[in-house]
């Protein structure tokens, strides 16, 4: 596990540009994000972890990791409905990985063309696969892309964790919270992963 070349330099800048960030920064000195490298994993633990906590995610995905062993499209595909309903998986979530595995084995995703592709380009190639969202693809641009500067303004930890840090009632608009997040800038995925780590006692993975 290596952490992403920016991130010692995010850490002295959002420090110097934000003392009350940089507090958490601190109290996790040996942290930091890395990166599942397979696309297909990182989408798929994406899916898994919508609209659920971060705990329940982790107990659903670990038996979906148990039942189909080794995580692919082709194996995701072929698993029974029944299978996946059993990990605790819902109607909408089995639909979605299904589809998302289609989407690779048929090529409409694509990720050795994302290189050279903005973050925006990236967004709107993935939401074009049901059960993609903006949300989703921002995770996956964080988790696997490791891109510096990602924003998921949606993101409801997100938020409580900006609104605790600087001890503000919770929720704010999601205006307010990207008016915020200017000063976080070109570092805003590095910011949103402490604000997530500063609430949970596991940091956040895809």
């Known amino acids: 596990m290596k952490k992403p070349f920016f991130w010692e330099k995010a850490k002295k800048v959002l420090k110097s540009k934000d003392k009350k960030l940089g507090k958490i920064i601190r109290n996790y000195p040996k942290d930091f994000l890395f990166s599942k490298s397979d696309p297909f994993y990182t989408l798929a633990r994406s899916i898994v972890g919508q609209q659920i906590s971060v705990q329940a995610a982790q107990a659903v995905w670990e038996r979906y ?19 996946l309903k059993s990990c605790g998986l819902s109607r909408q979530k089995i639909t979605y990985l299904k589809s998302l ?22 967004i709107n190639e993935l939401i074009k696969i049901k059960g993609i969202g903006r949300w989703t693809a921002e995770m996956f641009l964080i988790f696997n892309l490791c891109r510096p ?32 997040s200017k000063k976080w800038k070109p570092y805003r995925s590095v ?4 604000f997530w780590r500063s609430l949970d006692p596991i940091p956040v993975e895809y």
């Open 149 to 180: 500067d990602i924003f998921p303004a949606d993101d409801l930890g997100l938020i409580k964790g900006i609104c605790n840090c600087y001890n503000i009632k919770y929720p704010i608009t999601k205006d307010r919270a990207i008016s915020m």
């Open 101 to 122: 595995s289609r989407g690779f084995i048929n090529k409409e995703i694509n990720p050795n063309n994302w290189s050279n592709y903005s973050d925006e380009e990236i």
């Open 191 to 194: 910011a949103t992963w402490y």
């Open 65 to 83: 990791e148990k039942k189909i062993k080794k995580i692919t499209p082709n194996k995701t595909l072929e698993m029974h409905f029944m299978t």
